[in-house]
Structure formats: structure tokens, C-alpha cells
């Protein structure tokens, strides 16, 4: 195992400690407002793939140390890049929490008759949050070198998605909203 040099090190373990942090202030908001919505009638689906989202984020860290201090992956020269659209990349999940409000879980819960959110970033994209999810992978992994990460991860974020869009569009029918209004503009007052 070769440490990589100082500002990486420094840099990689900056991250990693800025992603815990994130993904348990995260973990939180999603209780509180997950028992806000049961509150008012939401309800949960989907509970049976949310492993494959546990294993993701749980891992994906584990995998980014392992491949920059075992394998000796080191950013390149595109790093700026890299850092430019993981930036981009949270703006856009901040964006897409802020515009769900308490409904942003990590869990597909619905409250039966709420219509979809069609405010902030969902005027424009349909799933802004998956979207944005999807860059921070690659881009993360691709800021410290970690290709062997960010294809994984990427994968595996891929295979989930695959499972969980369309039992999130089943769920948001089932309760009454139309799905494909989440990326229909609303009208202008």
C-alpha cells in the first residue's frame, strides 16, 4: 500500500468526512419527515430494494479509500473537472430536497391524493434527486482517479434506479398522482 501524497490524502479524507457527515444529516431528515408523512397517511413501498441502496452508499466509500490507498488510484489532471460537476451535482440534490420538502425521503413514501411536486427543480426535471445522485458517484470517484469506483458504483446505482423509478411511478399512481406530470411545467400564474 503507497499513501498517496499529502494534499490527495488530505483531500480524500476531507471528502469522505464531508460524506458521512452528509449522509447522516440525511438519514435524519429523512425519519423526521418519513414520520410526517405516516402522520398524514403516507405510506411506504418499495422497502425490498432499499438494501441495494444500503449497500451503495454504505460501500461506496469503503470502495474510494480502498481503491486510492490499496491501489494507488490518483487524480489527474481532469481532476478540476471532476470537482466542478460534483459540485453541480450537489447543488442540483440540495435543489431537488428543497423543492420536496418534507416529503424528500430516502423511502418511497406517498400520502394518498397529494398531488406530485411540480415546484423548483421539477418544473424541470423528473427526477432530479436520482439524477444528481448518478453524477456525484462518478464524478467523486473520478475527482481522487478511482475509475475501478466509479464504474461500480455507477453500475450498481444503475441496476437500483432500474428497480426503484418505476415502483416510485406504480406508488405515485397508486396514491392518486399522475406521474407524468412530475416533469410537465405548471402552468404560469
Do not use: K
Not at 31 to 56: D, K, Q, S
Not at 79 to 107: D, K, M, S
Request: net charge positive; no cysteine.
Amino acid at each position: 500500500m503507497t499513501l498517496p501524497p499529502l494534499p490527495a490524502a488530505l483531500g480524500l479524507a476531507g471528502f469522505l468526512a464531508a460524506l458521512i457527515v452528509q449522509r447522516l444529516w440525511e438519514l435524519g431528515r429523512s425519519r423526521r419527515n418519513a414520520r410526517a408523512l405516516a402522520a398524514r397517511g403516507g405510506i411506504e413501498t418499495g422497502a425490498r430494494h432499499f438494501p441495494l441502496f444500503v449497500v451503495l452508499h454504505a460501500g461506496f466509500p469503503l470502495a474510494l479509500a480502498a481503491e486510492v490507498l490499496a491501489l494507488g488510484a490518483r487524480p489527474g489532471s481532469t481532476w478540476p473537472l471532476w470537482l466542478a460537476l460534483l459540485a453541480a451535482a450537489e447543488g442540483l440534490r440540495a435543489a431537488a430536497i428543497h423543492a420536496l420538502g418534507e416529503r424528500w425521503t430516502v423511502r418511497i413514501v406517498v400520502v394518498p391524493g397529494l398531488a406530485p411536486v411540480r415546484r423548483g427543480v421539477y418544473r424541470v426535471l423528473r427526477h432530479p434527486n436520482y439524477v444528481a445522485v448518478s453524477v456525484e458517484l462518478a464524478a467523486a470517484a473520478l475527482l481522487f482517479g478511482a475509475w475501478r469506483t466509479a464504474i461500480a458504483a455507477s453500475a450498481l446505482n444503475a441496476v437500483a434506479l432500474a428497480i426503484r423509478i418505476p415502483a416510485e411511478e406504480r406508488a405515485i399512481a397508486r396514491a392518486g398522482g399522475d406521474p407524468a406530470a412530475l416533469a410537465t411545467p405548471a402552468p404560469a400564474p
